[in-house]
């Protein structure tokens, strides 16, 4: 196979999956993984592609840090959708813990009134969307507010959320990232995220197809500590099958 033909076979494969690996390249193009780094290089001076470490993705994958009220109006049908597929993680009783995003802001809003629950959050705009449901108890967890996202961070936060064991998080990130793992744009919050996901026994990442392929500053946890992913039909088969093969429950909803 001649260079051109290894670009044009790197890019069509980027183009359906959305990612492609080194290792996997050098295994299907039967080439050592030097030879396909070179080639990624070359495919990235000429601006079709971005090289991570040991991948590649058609788009930038670094995320920054947004405003909610900006965030809220970008992928609505989407995020609509996973928020209602997500109730059905819900059972009378539960104890939950959710955090902070525009995703998981719909979530809330979607909960049904019959159902009793306590909820645990740090994010205000989440509280202010159950703060009328007659049947959940709120935990409101204290400490630093980050305007940008309309939730606490630091210390006191932190301190509240390990005194409590929930049954499930419903947590929304920044970036989903094969090898990097789970992200969000702040570190505190990334650390906040971290020790939410200690005190259950269930995490649900609820994330439209747009975050995938993407990385924050603040790395939350490996994909290997999430239980199951709820995400829309966006999103390749290429992703799909690799959080499977982690032992993940993916939903397209």
Same mark, same amino acid.
């Given at each position: 196979? $001649?260079? #051109?033909?290894?670009?044009?076979?790197?890019? +069509?494969?980027? %183009?359906?999956? !959305?990612? @492609?690996?080194?290792?996997?390249?050098?295994?299907?193009?039967?080439?050592?993984?030097?030879?396909?780094?070179?080639?990624?290089?070359?495919?990235?001076?000429?601006?079709?592609?971005?090289?991570?470490?040991?991948?590649?993705?058609?788009?930038?994958?670094?995320?920054?840090?947004?405003?909610?009220?900006?965030?809220?109006?970008?992928?609505?049908?989407?995020?609509?959708?996973?928020?209602?597929?997500?109730?059905?993680?819900?059972?009378?009783?539960?104890?939950?813990?959710?955090?902070?995003?525009?995703?998981?802001?719909?979530?809330?809003?979607?909960?049904?009134?019959?159902?009793?629950?306590?909820?645990?959050?740090?994010?205000?705009?989440? $509280?202010? #969307?159950?703060?009328?449901?007659?049947?959940? +108890?709120?935990? %409101?967890?204290? !400490?630093? @507010?980050?305007?940008?996202?309309?939730?606490?961070?630091?210390?006191?936060?932190?301190?509240?959320?390990?005194?409590?064991?929930?049954?499930?998080?419903?947590?929304?990130?920044?970036?989903?990232?094969?090898?990097?793992?789970?992200?969000?744009?702040?570190?505190?919050?990334?650390?906040?995220?971290?020790?939410?996901?200690?005190?259950?026994?269930?995490?649900?990442?609820?994330?439209?197809?747009?975050?995938?392929?993407?990385?924050?500053?603040?790395?939350?946890?490996?994909?290997?500590?999430?239980?199951?992913?709820?995400?829309?039909?966006?999103?390749?088969?290429?992703?799909?099958?690799?959080?499977?093969?982690?032992?993940?429950?993916?939903?397209?909803?």
């Amino acid at each position: 196979m $001649t260079i #051109a033909e290894r670009h044009k076979f790197i890019l +069509e494969n980027l %183009q359906s999956a !959305g990612y @492609v690996s080194v290792a996997e390249l050098s295994k299907k193009l039967n080439v050592t993984m030097v030879t396909i780094r070179k080639d990624l290089k070359i495919l990235e001076d000429k601006g079709l592609l971005f090289r991570t470490h040991g991948s590649a993705t058609p788009v930038a994958p670094y995320v920054n840090d947004r405003p909610v009220d900006e965030k809220k109006l970008v992928h609505v049908s989407q995020k609509l959708t996973i928020a209602k597929k997500a109730i059905g993680f819900l059972q009378n009783n539960d104890a939950v813990i959710i955090g902070s995003g525009t995703t998981v802001v719909a979530f809330a809003q979607a909960i049904p009134k019959e159902l009793h629950l306590t909820i645990l959050t740090g994010a205000m705009n989440v $509280t202010m #969307a159950l703060l009328q449901n007659p049947n959940v +108890e709120l935990v %409101q967890l204290g !400490g630093v @507010v980050r305007k940008s996202s309309s939730s606490v961070v630091g210390h006191y936060a932190e301190e509240m959320i390990r005194q409590f064991a929930c049954s499930t998080l419903f947590l929304s990130v920044d970036g989903v990232d094969l090898e990097f793992g789970l992200t969000t744009t702040n570190m505190m919050e990334a650390h906040l995220n971290t020790l939410m996901i200690h005190a259950v026994q269930k995490t649900v990442i609820l994330a439209d197809s747009s975050k995938f392929g993407k990385k924050g500053f603040g790395k939350i946890a490996n994909l290997e500590d999430v239980d199951v992913v709820i995400t829309d039909d966006g999103l390749s088969s290429h992703y799909i099958e690799k959080m499977e093969e982690k032992g993940i429950e993916v939903i397209i909803a």
